[in-house]
């Protein structure tokens, strides 16, 4: 029996040219699966899109664009068992990366035609969408300052050249953050709020390892006093992110909980999965198992013994 999919795609989204990746994905899936294609405008977004597709009784949802594009997308799905189909086409496709996911089209479209899935969480920031992370403070500015121009002729650079301006007029402010067990204030440059995140998203990285399906939100808190601690941050961020280990600087900080709000003072500029979305205060929700995306294949059962190749090994029925 033929599968059907709403291909959600954004044609302004990537440096690549947008015609030709989606005759490329609609050779790859159409064989396989019966697509609804529908393209994002100025005027009405992806999660108009995939909520107008639920609404119709789609069978599952694909999305082609960048995070944004792929953050409104999954806002539809969140709560239903209907699987969600990633290709990732952006600047920085960080929830691919996070996830584990190919972001190459050929790659996503194999994933998709594999079938298997997974659950994860997802979170509602304001009560707008977020699979990735909020940034408030130095990542929002950076944000702001790679624009499209510069992520189109530049990828990626764009965003590392936008942080290198940013550290030379690093601002500080006062934060007050609520779970619900605690308030905390602290004088801070970067708070980010994370659902998942790879590890190059490093301001996200103080637990030195986002977990998506726990539940929790992961929260850092980056304080350096200058603009030396701040370079010395991100470099221990980063490398504490690819070792696996925590963060062991005083100037950075981080929690974990289901609930967190952040008020600032001054209001700080938010940046929500890539995306400029005002200032300060922000109230960020997770919403566990929320969401279920395709992936490359079966996740293996983790081994709960291991005896085989002991020295001496007997093994015998209990009586």
Same mark, same amino acid.
């Given at each position: 029996?033929?599968? $059907?999919?709403?291909?959600?795609?954004?044609?302004?989204?990537?440096?690549?040219?947008?015609?030709?990746?989606?005759?490329?994905?609609?050779?790859?899936?159409?064989? +396989?699966?019966?697509?609804?294609?529908?393209?994002?405008?100025?005027?009405?977004?992806? %999660?108009?899109?995939?909520?107008?597709?639920?609404?119709?009784?789609?069978?599952?949802? #694909?999305?082609? /664009? /960048?995070?944004?594009?792929?953050?409104?997308?999954?806002?539809?799905? =969140?709560?239903?068992?209907? @699987?969600?189909?990633?290709?990732?086409?952006?600047?920085?496709?960080?929830?691919?990366?996070?996830?584990?996911?190919?972001?190459?089209?050929? %790659?996503?479209?194999?994933?998709?035609?594999?079938?298997?899935?997974?659950? =994860?969480?997802?979170?509602?920031?304001?009560?707008?969408?977020?699979?990735?992370?909020? %940034?408030?403070?130095?990542?929002?500015?950076?944000?702001?300052?790679?624009?499209? !121009?510069?992520?189109?002729?530049?990828?990626?650079?764009?965003?590392?050249?936008?942080?290198?301006?940013?550290?030379?007029?690093?601002?500080?402010?006062?934060?007050? #953050?609520?779970?619900?067990?605690?308030?905390?204030?602290?004088?801070? $440059?970067?708070?980010?709020?994370?659902?998942?995140?790879? &590890?190059?998203?490093?301001?996200?990285?103080?637990?030195? /390892?986002?977990?998506?399906?726990?539940?929790?939100?992961?929260?850092?808190? =980056?304080? &350096?006093?200058?603009?030396?601690?701040?370079?010395?941050?991100?470099?221990?961020?980063?490398?504490?992110?690819?070792?696996?280990?925590?963060?062991?600087?005083?100037?950075?900080?981080?929690?974990?909980?289901?609930?967190?709000?952040?008020?600032?003072? @001054? @209001?700080?500029? =938010?940046?929500? !999965?890539?995306?400029?979305?005002?200032?300060? &205060? #922000?109230?960020?929700?997770?919403?566990?198992?929320?969401?279920?995306?395709?992936?490359?294949?079966?996740?293996?059962? +983790?081994?709960?013994?291991?005896?085989? /190749?002991? &020295?001496?090994?007997? #093994?015998?029925?209990?009586?």
């Amino acid at each position: 029996m033929t599968r $059907s999919a709403c291909l959600i795609f954004n044609p302004v989204a990537g440096q690549g040219d947008s015609e030709q990746d989606l005759v490329v994905i609609r050779s790859l899936l159409e064989p +396989t699966i019966d697509l609804d294609v529908q393209l994002t405008t100025e005027e009405i977004d992806a %999660g108009q899109l995939a909520h107008a597709a639920v609404e119709r009784g789609v069978e599952a949802i #694909i999305a082609s /664009g /960048g995070d944004g594009t792929l953050s409104a997308a999954a806002e539809a799905l =969140v709560g239903t068992s209907i @699987p969600f189909g990633i290709i990732s086409r952006g600047t920085a496709n960080a929830f691919a990366n996070a996830l584990g996911l190919p972001d190459t089209i050929e %790659g996503a479209c194999q994933t998709i035609l594999g079938g298997y899935t997974k659950i =994860v969480d997802a979170a509602y920031c304001n009560g707008k969408p977020m699979v990735l992370l909020a %940034g408030i403070g130095f990542e929002a500015e950076a944000v702001e300052q790679a624009d499209r !121009d510069a992520k189109n002729r530049l990828g990626m650079l764009a965003y590392v050249i936008s942080g290198i301006q940013q550290l030379r007029r690093l601002e500080s402010f006062d934060a007050e #953050i609520e779970t619900d067990e605690q308030v905390i204030k602290v004088t801070a $440059s970067a708070i980010t709020v994370a659902n998942a995140a790879p &590890p190059t998203s490093i301001l996200a990285q103080g637990p030195a /390892g986002v977990i998506y399906d726990d539940g929790l939100l992961d929260l850092t808190i =980056v304080a &350096p006093a200058n603009t030396g601690g701040a370079i010395a941050a991100s470099i221990h961020l980063l490398q504490t992110a690819l070792s696996g280990h925590a963060v062991e600087r005083d100037d950075i900080g981080y929690l974990r909980a289901k609930r967190i709000k952040v008020t600032t003072t @001054p @209001p700080q500029k =938010v940046a929500l !999965d890539g995306e400029l979305i005002g200032t300060t &205060p #922000i109230e960020v929700e997770c919403i566990p198992q929320g969401l279920t995306v395709f992936t490359p294949g079966m996740e293996e059962d +983790t081994p709960v013994e291991k005896l085989e /190749g002991l &020295p001496n090994l007997i #093994i015998e029925p209990k009586s």
